[in-house]
Every structure is written in structure tokens, then in C-alpha cells.
């Protein structure tokens, strides 16, 4: 038996690297696999954020089944209209004390937010601002429509 001279056993040889990146192949396929598992990290953790930002119970604007309503007024810290107009929101909470006033913050509370956004979801509203007030079907938007109709919806609402 001859032996050729210059050859090496083939358990010896390191992997050859992949001709168009030339990065042997083994590392090529964990770097895929590291991949997947980053995008799966991502979009499991985006669907956590996501059911978490859900409120979890329904918010009920509309009249309650024992007649009681709630009024849900939203409005931002240093937003000029939502100065002029709490005021007035309030006034009328300590008028109606038999109806739930709901008066709450946007800016400074992600909750309050979230609030907002499911409450324009359930209303159907294309137009979105603040200061805006919820109360039974009506919807008023803005620094005019909220003192003019109010007070009328809510005393048509009572009934």
C-alpha cells in the first residue's frame, strides 16, 4: 500500500467556508437560527404589549341598567381649550350629583389613554381630539360643542 504524500485525513479538515460569504456553512445556520429566534422574541413580545394595553373590563358609557349615567370627560394637561372647558365639566359634577362624571387626564396617564382610544373605538369616531365628553350615545368634541350641549344631553339622557 502507497500512501500519497500531502494528504491529510479527512476528519482533520476544518469545515470549507461557504464560497459566497466565506464564513464556514456551520456558522452560517446558526446565525439563521439565532435570527428566527429573535423575530420570534419580538413578535411574542409585541403580542404581550398588545393584549396587555387592552382594558380589561368593557368601559360602559351608555346608561346603566339602574338608570344611574356616566359622563366621561377626557382632557390633557396644558392644553389651552381643555383649561377653559374642565371648569365647566366640573361645575356641572357638582350639580348632577346623581350622575357618574368620569373627568380624566390623557397626557400624563397611558391608562386614561387607552380609555380614550377604546371609547372612540366603540363610538365609531373618525374625528378625535381633545377635550371631549362621552354621555349615554353623544359624543362632544371640542372647546364649543362641550359647553353649548352638555348639560342638554345629560338631562336628556336622564330622562
Excluded at 467556508?17 to 413580545?45: C, F
Excluded at 390633557?76 to 387626564?105: A, M, W
Excluded at 344631553?153 to 336622564?158: D, P, S, V
Aim: proline share 7%; net charge positive; hydrophobic share 35%.
Amino acid at each position: 500500500m502507497s500512501r500519497k504524500k500531502n494528504k491529510i485525513p479527512s476528519e482533520n479538515i476544518a469545515k470549507e467556508p461557504d464560497e459566497s460569504s466565506g464564513v464556514p456553512s456551520g456558522t452560517m445556520q446558526g446565525q439563521k437560527i439565532l435570527l428566527v429566534i429573535l423575530v420570534l422574541g419580538i413578535v411574542i413580545t409585541g403580542a404581550v404589549v398588545l393584549i396587555g394595553s387592552q382594558p380589561s373590563t368593557p368601559i360602559r358609557p351608555f346608561p346603566k341598567t339602574d338608570g344611574s349615567l356616566t359622563v366621561w370627560y377626557f382632557y390633557g394637561n396644558g392644553c389651552e381649550h381643555c383649561e377653559n372647558v374642565t371648569p365647566y365639566v366640573q361645575s356641572l359634577q357638582r350639580k348632577y350629583k346623581d350622575v357618574d362624571f368620569r373627568i380624566l387626564e390623557i397626557y400624563d396617564n397611558p391608562g386614561n389613554r387607552d380609555k380614550l382610544l377604546a371609547l372612540n373605538r366603540q363610538y365609531r369616531q373618525t374625528s378625535t381630539g381633545i377635550p371631549v365628553a362621552f354621555v349615554g350615545n353623544v359624543v362632544l368634541l371640542g372647546a364649543d360643542e362641550i359647553p353649548a350641549k352638555l348639560e342638554s344631553a345629560i338631562l336628556r339622557e336622564r330622562g
